[in-house]
């Protein structure tokens, strides 16, 4: 009954994607004409595009565009495909994904409507209208508390739909031969680690969002499993670790969009568009890393000094989009006579 809903939050997910590309495009071109603060010295002034502090605040959504639209393809074709008789595990992966789109769907068109000024709140210039249709995503199709929370269970029962004692025994069993042994102390010299090579290197993406995963998945089996010892019924003890569930899903999908990411990456011929792609795939890692520093400085993964160096690298990467930005927003197809915001002209 469930896994009906799951092209609709595939569907769900990509409108609201639409809407977080519609508001970029219009924002960024507004970003490339709208000049001020003059220093005297010059004839013109600054394009507000050319500004550290806009390119950050519009450049890192840019690239999660890309990544979760490449993710959503993906997962339209394995829904698509009729090969596939279990869509046990796609409703898993769908149910954390369109939570997190949606969160960031909402977040980027108010973004945006902030970064064009007074002008990003007139109805003529579209920003509006997109946030009042995407607000409602966050509910539709599933409420995202509750998707990630979904997401989780099958993640913590290796996508078994029954979630109930003698599932968790398994999960257990596998847990304690398959994690525990994998999470070892993280040594100070990688935490601390900060050249570019380093920094920018897909290996190291993938090993912070597959520590976290399994990390988040190893701790909230092991309390869950100490709940029931002390005679908690499985449901009340779910509802105990509700919020350390819900960090897993979206730990779990943000890993998902990743690897399906790279996947991408690696089939694209022109080798000049290919490092384009992969440099995004980059900032995206990076900026997810960032957002999250508080969780992997608490568990010893990153240490202050690469932290810093993370959010250092996110800046730059967002400085040296500058010269591609409008070929970016260009290439998320959106035709001209759509886009019919007076300030994106």
């Not at 690239?63 to 698509?80: E, P, R």
Request: proline fraction near 2%; glycine fraction near 6%.
């Amino acid at each position: 009954m469930l896994g009906t809903l799951v092209g609709g939050r595939i569907c769900v997910a990509k409108g609201a994607l639409s809407g977080a590309k519609m508001a970029l495009a219009i924002a960024v071109k507004y970003a490339l004409q709208r000049r001020q603060f003059n220093d005297n010295l010059k004839i013109q002034e600054d394009l507000i595009m050319d500004y550290p502090s806009h390119q950050l605040r519009l450049t890192p959504a840019i690239a999660k565009s890309y990544v979760y639209q490449v993710t959503l393809d993906s997962m339209m074709s394995i829904y698509s495909d009729d090969s596939i008789t279990d869509k046990r595990k796609i409703e898993t992966q769908v149910a954390g994904l369109k939570a997190i789109i949606t969160w960031f769907a909402n977040e980027t068109i108010q973004e945006c409507r902030e970064a064009c000024g007074g002008k990003g709140y007139l109805l003529e210039n579209r920003i509006a209208d997109l946030k009042a249709d995407v607000d409602i995503f966050t509910t539709f199709e599933g409420d995202n508390t509750v998707l990630l929370q979904l997401a989780a269970k099958g993640i913590m029962s290796d996508f078994n739909t029954e979630f109930n004692s003698a599932g968790f025994s398994a999960v257990f069993k596998l847990l304690g031969t398959q994690i525990s042994d994998k999470l070892v102390s993280i040594n100070p010299i990688y935490a601390n680690k900060v050249d570019k090579e380093h920094l920018y290197n897909p290996k190291f993406h993938q090993h912070a969002f597959d520590y976290r995963t399994r990390r988040l998945t190893y701790s909230a089996a092991m309390r869950i499993r100490d709940y029931i010892k002390k005679g908690i019924p499985t449901y009340q003890a779910f509802l105990k670790v509700q919020t350390h569930l819900i960090a897993l899903g979206k730990a779990y999908s943000c890993e998902l969009a990743y690897n399906t990411y790279l996947e991408f990456t690696a089939t694209i011929e022109d080798k000049k568009n290919q490092q384009l792609f992969e440099k995004l795939g980059c900032l995206f890692a990076l900026s997810e890393i960032r957002e999250d520093a508080s969780w992997y400085l608490e568990q010893g993964y990153l240490g202050g000094t690469k932290s810093k160096a993370i959010r250092q690298r996110v800046e730059r990467l967002s400085t040296e989009f500058r010269p591609h930005i409008e070929v970016l927003v260009d290439g998320f197809g959106i035709p001209d006579h759509c886009l019919t915001a007076p300030i994106s002209r």
